[in-house]
C-alpha cells in the first residue's frame, strides 16, 4: 500500500535500552521484508531481513519479528547507541514478482537518550 | 559488501532545466536498479524500475516523459529530470541488488533544489 505521512512517529529511548519498533504492512501477498536505517541526508542502509516462512530472524544487537496473521512486522534493537539514532523504515514486496521494487512504511524517528 | 554509488550528492538549479542523475554499482553488476523519491518527513515511494537493456518501468502518477531512464550497463543507471520546476524539487534515492530476492542496497540520494 501507499505510505505517505506529514510527519514521522518518534520513539525516544535512554541510550542502553531495549528499543522495539513497529510495522504493519498491507499487502497479504508480501513475502519478503526488510528493514533499513536512514540517517539525516543519506540513504537508507540495510539492517536485517525476513522472508514470510519465517517468524523471527536474529542479527547482531537486532532482532525482527513477523506475524503474518495481523500483518505486523517489528524490529527490536538492544542495548541501543548513540549512533542508533535515526529513522527506521520497514519495507515489503512479493519475491518473483513482475514489479518488485519496494513498498516503504512511514517510518519511525527513533531517538537515543543520553 | 554492496556498494551503490549516486552522483551528484546536491543539485541547485534554475526552473526549466535538465538534471541527470548517476546510479552506479560500484562492487557488483545489478541487472535491476530503482529509482525512488522522498519528500522531507515522509517516506520512500517508487518511482519507476530501471532494466539493463530494456524500457524502464514507471509507477502509476510518475510521467515517464518527465523523469527519463536510461540503464545502458549493468553498472549504471541514470535518471534524468527534464524542464525541471519547483515541484519536482525532493531527494532522489536509487538502489540495486545483485539478484531476485536478496535487497535492495542504496546510494546517498540527491538532493535537487529548483529555484
Known amino acids: 500500500g501507499e505510505s505517505v505521512g506529514l510527519h514521522l512517529p518518534t520513539l525516544s529511548v535512554q541510550e542502553g535500552d531495549n528499543s522495539i519498533i513497529n510495522c504493519a504492512y498491507s499487502n497479504s501477498a508480501s513475502d519478503y521484508f526488510i528493514w533499513y536505517k536512514q540517517e539525516s541526508g543519506k540513504g537508507p542502509q540495510f539492517i536485517i531481513d525476513i522472508r514470510s516462512n519465517m517468524d523471527k530472524r536474529q542479527g547482531q544487537r537486532v532482532t525482527v519479528l513477523l506475524n503474518k496473521t495481523v500483518k505486523h512486522l517489528s524490529l527490536q534493537i538492544a542495548a541501543t547507541q548513540p549512533g542508533d539514532s535515526a529513522v527506521y523504515f520497514c519495507?515489503?514486496?512479493?519475491?518473483?514478482?513482475?514489479?518488485?521494487?519496494?513498498?516503504f512504511g512511514k517510518g519511525t524517528h527513533l531517538i537515543i537518550q543520553p | 559488501g554492496a556498494v551503490v554509488s549516486q552522483h551528484p550528492s546536491r543539485v541547485i538549479c534554475k526552473s526549466g532545466t535538465s538534471v541527470k542523475i548517476e546510479c552506479r554499482s560500484l562492487?557488483?553488476?545489478?541487472?535491476?536498479m530503482f529509482w525512488y523519491r522522498q519528500f522531507p518527513k515522509q517516506s520512500l515511494m517508487l518511482m519507476a524500475t530501471?532494466?539493463?537493456?530494456?524500457?524502464?518501468?514507471?509507477e502509476q502518477g510518475v510521467e515517464k516523459d518527465k523523469f527519463l531512464i536510461n540503464h545502458a550497463s549493468l553498472t549504471l543507471s541514470t535518471l534524468t529530470v527534464t524542464s525541471a520546476h519547483p515541484e519536482d524539487s525532493s531527494f532522489y534515492i536509487c538502489?540495486?541488488?545483485?539478484?531476485?530476492?536478496?535487497?535492495?542496497?542504496f546510494g546517498d540520494g540527491t538532493r535537487l533544489s529548483i529555484l
Open positions: 530501471s532494466n539493463e537493456g530494456s524500457k524502464a518501468t514507471y
Open positions: 562492487d557488483f553488476q545489478a541487472t535491476t
Open positions: 538502489s540495486a541488488r545483485r539478484v531476485v530476492n536478496q535487497p535492495q542496497h
Open positions: 519495507a515489503e514486496n512479493i519475491s518473483g514478482g513482475g514489479a518488485d521494487g519496494l513498498t
